[in-house]
């Protein structure tokens, strides 16, 4: 018997992985549930486990390989058939294609390059210009006419000596080439940087993050919210049950009840529709090296605190570990973004598309407060609500925002619905 | 008046074809064409397509070329060249038909042919009579679909008309023709997607082989909308198609739309009702085994007449009614005409599916093998898989279908084993060269019986 392990299908949004690991060599014996390699998608990191007993028969992707899913990834078998492959003459099925280039972005149609030839990997990108057609001008590239001794300095100085322009316009000299040497090194000192790549992680939180800007007409609003009734909430949970929540579990049950006074902050903005759903997933995000995860919790509105926060606790040690599923993440209808620890008196996130809002968390402040007859010295968190104002208008953000701030500054309050 | 003994009034390929034939056979013919001789399958259909066809699959086998590194740059490409030299390939055919007509004695008369009665026709005020046989081959015309802003779309014949690759486009309708199209256009670069309102595409083929044209097209990047109607097109910079799916309305924007929804019999010049020719459901001429119509003197050949429109059922149906003309009637076999679809890889298939075969009775088995498991195959960098149904109880091919390089080629394998009943036996003493695709084609035959030789 002979199989081929494929790439699984990451769900969500994610259709793309790059081979981080690969963790088995041909030849060698796998049991069911053996991890294969290390995939690495927008969202997290994938181990792909073996489904299948036997040998290892051939390897179809190599470390730094970008799949999809559907890919055939590992050859596997067991038995007569497999001493007998042959990699390639196979098992009738062909081997993994590399997709096309995805389709150029619409827009007004472009006219092709003046000679009416197109790029055949890549029709509609910039137009090449044509060799040999292309007229000599001060942009050609320059004279590579040089002295044999500058042709030497520049070889022993690793410079191309094509780069080099030549002071007397006809070829390149040795003082050029020490001049160019100077100025660069000049540069280097001056201006040098370095290229961090641009990992999936990042260009998926860029793309993501412009599309948020681009297509979502934000507002906020901030208030301020008295902590000593959560405070209290805290101490009285960790006396009785000798368990620490944290204000982002408070936050994100206080959240959950106040969606069922205002349910549209239950919805997300998906293909050109409002989706309403009938529970309050909470997101939090998570910093991580490199990067940034957002789990979710799920109906938050029928979990008890406890609940919310053991759930929390682990989501967010597994999104550290880089260890989140795709099935933990992506269906929230609201984010929660904490700064306070780093000192952040307030700050305005930016919504996690297509939820229809964010809340950016401050640090504690102590501000005074008028009690009628004496200043108190009071501890407050300043809380930025950011809302999709497709979904939601001023006053209903308003109102979120205030029974939100009354849930917090009296926790007995979530009782009332 | 002008007479002869033929009259002959459509001059594509069941037209042209059969007044050859006729010349052949000492008729005195007279041919009628109001445009170019070689009809819709020269001009604007089989021809022209596939020349289309040839040069994007030259794109993708350069494209696989260069990423092997074995060449170092795809290189650059010109879409007005490839249609400059595609009218040039047509030209070739088209006088090439002209002078067969020529040489044969056949007379062309260049005008739109009225028929009168079964033996008179008119053309550019003239008269002219048929003293055996009237032969209409008129072919037929696209369907244009309609709703609101359907006159934005343009048709197939337009289509292999444009100056320069469109970077988007929208096909409405996924039959052979959406299907050939999407796969050219997506190979050049063009971004194509299909709505078609049926569940499935090529749902008369083996299930098996129409997934893997589905999978062909979406590897070449073309998005494929099915159980999906069109409610309206609206120009806006890009056109933006509105089509309704599973109750809910969507839109997709492109630079054009491309409306492919079949093809409807073309009747123009004869007026069937008052001649007292009975048409069918279709709008198609009604016939019967030998090609006769209803009324007396007069056979209808091509798509005009026939439901699978193609160019060889037309040359095919000519053979059919200029025996009958001649005395010697040989009556048709559709279950044999093969049909093909262009796109990339290709399909073909001959005989009866695995379904068919059920229905008629017998009890089939399926065999297939994978092009990845053939030598020639792998050398050429071809994909894909021929499928086999054979009788189990008799050993005998049923029916073929292939899914892969040079398909429309192997199929002729096909056509000679299900006409032959070839039995598994036969099949399994057959010789084939080695390495060849058509190899392929016996070991699934084989593989119906577990037989296959290079295959667990």
Not at chain 1, 230 to 248: F, H, I, M, P, T
Not at chain 2, 91 to 105: A, C, D, P, R, Y
Request: charged share 20%.
């Amino acid at each position: 018997m002979i199989k081929e392990i494929k790439m699984p299908d990451a769900g969500q949004t994610t259709d793309e992985a790059q081979i981080i690991a690969v963790k088995v060599k041909v030849g060698d014996e796998v049991k069911r549930g053996d991890i294969l390699l290390e995939a690495e998608t927008d969202k997290a990191t994938l181990p792909v486990e073996s489904y299948l007993a036997g040998k290892v028969l051939d390897i179809r992707v190599s470390e730094g390989d970008t799949v999809h899913a559907g890919d055939a990834l590992f050859v596997i078998g067991k038995g007569k058939d497999a001493e007998e492959y042959v990699p390639g003459a196979g098992n009738g099925v062909p081997a993994a294609e590399e997709r096309p280039e995805a389709s150029p972005e619409e827009g007004v149609p472009r006219q092709p390059a003046g000679d009416g030839f197109l790029s055949i990997d890549d029709p509609f990108g910039e137009p090449e210009p044509s060799a040999p057609m292309r007229p000599a001008s001060c942009e050609s590239k320059p004279s590579t006419e040089a002295m044999p001794n500058a042709k030497e300095e520049a070889r022993s100085r690793g410079i191309d000596i094509t780069l080099v322009t030549p002071s007397n316009g006809k070829f390149v000299t040795r003082a050029d080439v020490i001049g160019f040497a100077a100025h660069e090194q000049q540069a280097t000192k001056d201006g040098g940087y370095d290229v961090v790549p641009l990992t999936g992680a990042r260009k998926v939180i860029g793309t993501r993050m412009l599309q948020s800007c681009r297509d979502i007409p934000s507002w906020s609003a901030t208030v301020r919210v008295d902590m000593a009734a959560c405070e209290r909430l805290r101490a009285d949970v960790q006396s009785r049950y000798g368990v620490k929540v944290s204000y982002n579990d408070i936050i994100a049950k206080a959240v959950a009840a106040v969606a069922h006074e205002y349910p549209i902050f239950n919805a997300r903005y998906e293909n050109d529709e409002i989706h309403q759903y009938h529970h309050t997933n909470v997101g939090l995000a998570v910093a991580v090296e490199g990067s940034l995860l957002v789990p979710v919790v799920g109906d938050v509105d029928s979990k008890g605190l406890l609940e919310v926060s053991s759930e929390f606790k682990e989501l967010v040690g597994k999104a550290r570990e880089k260890r989140l599923a795709p099935s933990e993440m992506g269906f929230g209808s609201i984010s929660i973004s904490n700064l306070g620890m780093f000192g952040v008196h307030d700050f305005t996130p930016i919504i996690n598309p297509p939820e229809s809002c964010i809340l950016g968390i401050g640090e504690f402040v102590v501000e005074p407060f008028w009690n009628g007859t004496a200043f108190e010295a009071h501890k407050y968190v300043y809380v930025t609500g950011v809302f999709d104002h497709r979904m939601i208008d001023g006053a209903c953000a308003a109102q979120f925002l205030s029974s939100l701030k009354a849930c917090l500054e009296n926790p007995g309050l979530m009782l009332a619905r | 008046m002008n007479s002869f003994d033929l009259i002959v009034v459509g001059g594509g390929p069941g037209g042209y074809s059969i007044a050859i034939e006729g010349a052949k056979k000492g008729l005195k013919v007279a041919l009628f064409e109001r445009g170019k001789v070689g009809g819709t399958c020269l001009n604007v259909g089989c021809i022209p397509t596939k020349y289309l066809v040839d040069k994007a699959a030259y794109l993708v086998k350069t494209r696989s070329l260069s990423k092997d590194g074995i060449i170092d740059t795809s290189g650059r490409f010109s879409f007005a060249n490839i249609q400059k030299q595609k009218d040039k390939a047509v030209g070739t055919l088209v006088s090439g038909t002209e002078f067969l007509l020529k040489k044969n004695g056949v007379e062309v008369v260049s005008g739109e042919a009225k028929l009168v009665s079964a033996h008179v026709i008119t053309c550019n005020g003239a008269e002219y009579s048929s003293e055996k046989a009237t032969v209409i081959a008129t072919g037929s015309v696209p369907v244009m679909p309609k709703f609101p802003g359907s006159e934005l779309a343009i048709d197939s014949s337009q289509v292999l008309a444009l100056e320069s690759l469109p970077r988007s486009m929208t096909i409405i309708g996924g039959g052979v023709i959406g299907l050939e199209l999407a796969s050219i256009f997506a190979s050049m670069g063009t971004s194509v997607s299909i709505i078609e309102m049926l569940p499935a595409l090529l749902p008369n083929a083996q299930p098996e082989a129409a997934k893997l044209v589905v999978k062909g097209l979406a590897d070449l990047g073309v998005d494929i909308v099915t159980n999906a109607r069109v409610v309206s097109c609206e120009r806006d910079g890009l056109i933006t198609t509105r089509y309704e799916v599973g109750g809910s309305e969507k839109s997709l924007a492109s630079e054009l739309v491309v409306a492919a929804v079949g093809r409807r019999p073309n009747l123009s010049g004869i007026d069937a009702k008052s001649l007292g020719i009975e048409l069918g459901p279709k709008g198609n001429i009604l016939v019967d085994a030998n090609q006769r119509t209803s009324l007396e003197g007069v056979w209808a050949i091509g798509d005009v007449a026939c439901v699978p429109q193609l160019a060889h059922a037309a040359f095919a149906e000519g053979q059919v009614a200029l025996s009958d003309i001649l005395g010697s009637p040989k009556p048709m076999d559709m279950s044999l005409i093969p049909s093909c679809v262009f796109t990339n890889p290709p399909y073909a298939s001959v005989g009866m599916t695995m379904a068919q075969a059920k229905d008629a009775g017998f009890e089939p088995a399926l065999g297939w093998f994978a092009y990845g498991s053939n030598g020639m195959a792998i050398a050429e960098g071809a994909q894909g898989r021929a499928f086999v149904v054979m009788d189990t109880k008799s050993g005998k091919t049923l029916g073929m279908s292939i899914v892969g390089d040079q398909a429309a080629e192997l199929i002729a394998l096909g056509e000679v084993a299900v006409s032959k009943h070839l039995t598994i036996d036969e099949w399994e003493s057959l010789t084939i060269a080695h390495p060849s695709l058509s190899e392929t084609v016996r070991e699934a035959a084989l593989d119906a019986f577990g037989r296959a030789v290079h295959k667990i």
